[in-house]
């Protein structure tokens, strides 16, 4: 049974910093490129970062670039999301999703499975 299982989100002030993550079990991890996306409320999902099946390569929305990075630990098939400088706009349900091939795709119709998603509300 293919599996994607979020973790790590919670309530965070502006300017502070949480670490999400995406265990993936029940295929070749190695193979699948894996996305993180977010969706607030009344909003569209929408891409925030990907990183490819070797975790050589990243893309990230300008909206995070120089404030979120992502990595992986095929070893213990594992995508991390470092989030820092958050802001109240950051606020929403992370998901994170895998695509098969050599690509790391910013489209969400790209991406074959999904987790079930991590909130993250930033507040004071």
């Known amino acids: 049974q293919l599996q994607l299982v979020e973790s790590g989100g919670g309530l965070v002030q502006p300017g502070g910093s949480l670490r999400l993550s995406c265990v993936g079990s029940g295929f070749t991890w190695d193979y699948y490129a894996i996305a993180w996306f977010r969706q607030a409320p009344g909003k569209e999902r929408e891409f925030v970062a990907t990183i490819s099946w070797s975790g050589g390569s990243a893309d990230y929305a300008d909206s995070v670039k120089g404030r979120f990075t992502i990595s992986r630990d095929n070893a213990k098939n594992t995508v991390y999301l470092q989030m820092n400088s958050l802001k109240p706009e950051d606020t929403a349900v992370y998901y994170c999703?895998?695509?098969?091939?050599?690509?790391?795709?910013?489209?969400?119709?790209?991406?074959?499975?999904w987790g079930q998603g991590t909130q993250v509300t930033v507040s004071s």
């Open positions: 999703a895998a695509h098969y091939g050599s690509t790391w795709p910013r489209s969400l119709n790209e991406y074959d499975y």
